[in-house]
């Protein structure tokens, strides 16, 4: 069966400071791949998604990169954190296109 | 431009009754819509989702309606039961788009006992 890791599960980390969360997918292959983030109180807004290993498509501009160096690990980074970096992150993998998507447990995110 | 809505943020039920969570949408090219249900601190599962081609789709105490015309569609959760106490997400698809869902803001459920 397939499973999805994410870690680490809390991270507080100051303002200016590197990111980097990891996330990666057994069981199958060639999973689209995605990075959500959660906002207290807001809904789930998708910030990265990837087809294949090196294509990677940003939904929305922001202070956060993303990378996929193998076919089933996905990387959410950045060079240096803001205050309005904090919230819930969550990758996610479907199989292809229009099925639907399953979540890691979330890493949240503290920037202080 | 939120394309999915779900207009109340927190809805109170006692246990064994009906649990009605609603969810709009502005985009009538959606045509693929999902459930997921989240818990604090874990990630959302998915719970049932529904074709536009269909107005109905029932998996045991859950249900899901969908009025096309109204491009509303709403979640059953008939009886509720404590445990069913969580965030529930709507989300949408379009077949245009891929697979990218657009989920709704969340409504917060609790089923007191």
């Known amino acids: 069966s397939q499973t999805i890791h994410q870690w680490p599960a809390t991270l507080v980390q100051p303002v200016g400071s590197p990111l980097s969360l990891e996330c990666t997918v057994e069981g199958t292959s060639n999973p689209n791949l995605y990075w959500y983030r959660q906002a207290a109180g807001r809904g789930l807004q998708l910030l990265f998604y990837s087809i294949g290993i090196d294509q990677i498509s940003s939904e929305v501009p922001q202070n956060l990169s993303a990378s996929r160096p193998q076919d089933r690990q996905f990387i959410l980074s950045s060079k240096k954190l803001l205050l309005s970096d904090s919230g819930f992150y969550l990758c996610?993998?479907?199989?292809?296109?229009?099925?639907?998507?399953?979540f890691g447990s979330g890493t949240q995110l503290s920037v202080l | 431009d939120q394309q999915v809505k779900q207009n109340s943020p927190s809805l109170s039920v006692q246990e064994g009754r009906i649990s009605i969570l609603n969810c709009d949408y502005t985009?009538?090219?959606?045509?693929?819509f999902l459930w997921y249900k989240k818990y604090p601190a874990e990630g959302p599962t998915f719970l049932i989702s529904?074709?536009?081609?269909?107005d109905k789709n029932e998996d045991g105490r859950f249900t899901v309606f969908l009025n096309k015309s109204a491009k509303h569609l709403s979640l059953h959760i008939v009886p509720s039961q404590p445990g069913d106490s969580a965030v529930y997400f709507c989300?949408?698809?379009?077949?245009?788009?891929?697979?990218?869902?657009?989920f709704g803001g969340g409504t917060r459920l609790m089923v007191k006992p």
């Open positions: 529904i074709s536009s081609i269909k």
């Open positions: 989300a949408a698809s379009a077949d245009n788009a891929g697979n990218m869902l657009t």
């Open positions: 996610a993998w479907s199989g292809g296109v229009r099925e639907k998507l399953f």
């Open positions: 985009n009538s090219m959606f045509d693929y």
